[in-house]
């Protein structure tokens, strides 16, 4: 077990050492070089220091950035339909999501004809829906839509009319508790 530990925890002297004085190496088992060690022990302790190994080359990488025509596509479908409701099933190796069908369909119909985006988008959703397959797009921005409607539901009051005596806190919390 001692040996399993290399000389990280001690050099091999003092863990032999230490051995015999626990009870563990008997006197007569220890090494031959154990007396002439203790004797003439070295000026500087010897060490155990791992050597670094550089496995890369520490140097500046340009890695190029890679943008492919389709994640424009793909970035416009997550935006409008989001992901489903279904998730994707992996275990089947034929298995094409709708986002992939929608690119597909989108670059078949890009390859045909000279519209714009946003009308290409459109034609590519119309023939989906043709296929069989319908596309739920998925609310804007609920968030600036919510707080549009708290805006013109809210009522403007002045510090006057926040402000209530003791006697309407106390009358408040009597008839609706505490």
């Excluded at 090494?31 to 000026?43: L, M, S």
Aim: with cysteine; glycine share 4%.
């Amino acid at each position: 077990m001692a040996g399993s530990r290399l000389e990280r925890v001690g050099t091999v002297f003092s863990r032999v050492r230490d051995l015999m004085c626990s009870g563990v190496m008997k006197p007569a088992d220890k090494p031959i070089w154990f007396d002439v060690y203790e004797a003439f022990p070295p000026k500087k302790e010897p060490l155990y220091v791992k050597t670094k190994t550089r496995t890369f080359v520490n140097k500046q990488s340009n890695v190029p950035a890679i943008f492919y025509a389709e994640d424009k596509v793909r970035a416009w479908f997550y935006e409008h339909y989001g992901t489903g409701s279904r998730s994707f099933d992996l275990s089947n190796s034929n298995f094409v999501s709708v986002c992939q069908r929608f690119v597909l369909k989108y670059s078949e119909l890009k390859s045909h004809s000279e519209l714009e985006d946003s009308a290409l988008y459109e034609m590519t959703a119309k023939a989906l829906l043709s296929e069989g397959i319908t596309l739920k797009q998925r609310a804007r921005h609920p968030v600036s839509l919510i707080k549009a409607h708290v805006h013109t539901h809210t009522h403007t009051h002045t510090p006057d009319q926040l402000t209530c005596t003791h006697e309407e806190k106390q009358n408040f919390q009597g008839t609706h508790g505490k």
